[in-house]
Nanobody, 114 residues
Framework: QVQLVESGGGLVQPGGSLRLSCAASGSILSIHAMAWYREVSGKERELVARDISSGRTEYADSVKGRFTISRDNAKNTVHLQMNNVKPEDTGVYYC????????WGQGTQVTVSS
């Protein structure tokens, strides 16, 4: 059984930082990409950052320069370093692993508020 375990969410003040982590376990033979998505109030789930197996990364325009995705292939772990967070970053963040199938974490709440 494949399972994605997320951690690091919580409450942070504007301008602060959070580090989200996601560890994939179970029978995943090959991982093509690991990514973070989020659902903000009133919007559909959107891609935040993606790390493809080749090492290429991509970011949503709204987080460029503020968020950094990193991946540890040996541990099947992906992190999202969130710096200079804004209230509009508030939402539920989901870890995603793309293999021959797509797997999702349970989601972790990030709240940016004073």
């Amino acid at each position: 059984q494949v399972q994605l375990v997320e951690s690091g969410g919580g409450l942070v003040q504007p301008g602060g930082s959070l580090r989200l982590s996601c560890a994939a376990s179970g029978s995943i033979l090959s991982i093509h990409a690991m990514a973070w998505y989020r659902e903000v109030s009133g919007k559909e789930r959107e891609l935040v950052a993606r790390d493809i197996s080749s090492g290429r990364t991509e970011y949503a325009d709204s987080v460029k320069g503020r968020f950094t995705i990193s991946r540890d292939n040996a541990k099947n772990t992906v992190h999202l370093q969130m710096n200079n967070v804004k209230p509009e970053d508030t939402g539920v963040y989901y870890c995603n692993v793309l293999s021959i199938r797509s797997y999702w974490g349970q989601g972790t709440q990030v709240t940016v508020s004073s």
